[in-house]
């Protein structure tokens, strides 16, 4: 299993969503020809949408898979953020296009034609959409927890196929009941309540990529790893021999950083301090996938403090 998750990397992954994106539009538009539902084709903009947000993201985790550089020391892992804001946004776009024809519809029903056709359409469609979705939440939890580049953006477009999936639910509900009942009005409503939902995703991926967009501080199962880590080199019958403090980490992307002190008895050589230092650095990098350790070497009892100049007047 784990070997096939590998294999799907997040590039073959957001390629197989632009295809998915591409046969969904063609059923989903066919759905709306036949029967007219309003319903449908908000289904089938919301699937536009689709396509645009994996181009996108194939887009940026090209360049987030790019190696650092002098301008970019730190790799461009934090362009998959990027992807979400923009998905969120093209989400947000098609709520209003969709929440502006159902208003129309709402004051001039009118009836539905082949809705047999058209509801199998829709169910092939989201089929579809769903098994892609879950293939890419498997694969993205695997990806992110060895720091592969790209995750986020391949998370971000899983919870979007299946916010398309939750919407071709409802709409199939609602084209349903309007062939059972007659109430044409339920068509436009549906299309209005598809319309919402769609808001509430667009906004909390806007909210997840401003928030990846800034450092944050491992989790704290990561923060107890390290911890962990760190307490093996301690040796408890001698505590002041060696100590580690200063502890701080943050997340770029998904590149994972920690930063701390290491103080040492002022009588040690260079040389064994730094093959001490690799040791540490080694055990942190192979423990946490994706860290990058940066141990700073102090002789015990000195301490180094970092003030921040007061603005200037």
């Known amino acids: 299993m784990n070997r096939t998750l590998a294999w799907l990397t997040p590039r073959r992954l957001l390629v197989g969503s632009v295809l998915a994106a591409l046969a969904t539009i063609g059923l989903k538009t066919l759905a709306w020809y036949v029967t007219g539902s309003v319903g449908l084709l908000s289904d089938a903009l919301e699937s536009l949408v689709n396509l645009a947000s994996a181009v996108f993201a194939l887009a940026m985790v090209t360049i987030a898979q790019r190696p650092a550089d002098d301008d970019h020391p730190y790799g461009h892992t934090k362009a998959e953020y990027f992807s979400s804001g923009f998905e969120g946004v093209l989400i947000l776009g098609a709520a209003l296009a969709i929440g502006w024809a159902a208003l129309e519809r709402l004051f001039a029903p009118q009836p ?111 923060q107890q790893r390290i911890d962990e880590v760190l307490a093996r080199f301690v040796d408890p019958q001698r505590p002041d021999l060696l100590r580690f403090d200063h502890l701080i980490t943050r997340r770029a992307g998904q590149r994972r950083f920690v930063d701390l002190h290491m103080h040492l008895p002022a009588s040690w050589s260079l040389g064994r301090a730094a093959l001490l230092r690799a040791d540490v650095e080694q055990a942190l990098m192979s423990e946490v996938p994706g860290l990058r350790a940066t141990i700073q070497l102090l002789p015990d009892g000195v301490e180094v403090q970092f003030h921040e100049e007061a603005p200037r007047s």
Do not use: C, F
């Open 112 to 222: 539905l034609d082949a809705p047999g056709l058209g509801l199998s359409l829709s169910v092939l469609s989201a089929l579809l959409n769903g098994g892609l979705a879950q293939v890419m939440h498997w694969a993205s939890r695997h990806h992110r927890e060895r720091g592969v580049a790209g995750s986020e953006a391949v998370e971000a477009d899983a919870r979007h196929l299946m916010t398309d999936v939750y919407t071709t639910a409802g709409v199939l509900v609602g084209v349903g009941l309007v062939y059972l009942t007659g109430w044409l009005w339920l068509d436009p409503l549906v299309a209005l309540l598809v319309a919402a939902n769609i808001v509430r995703e667009g906004v909390h991926l806007m909210k997840r990529a401003s928030d990846g967009l800034m450092d944050h501080a491992l989790d704290p199962e990561l």
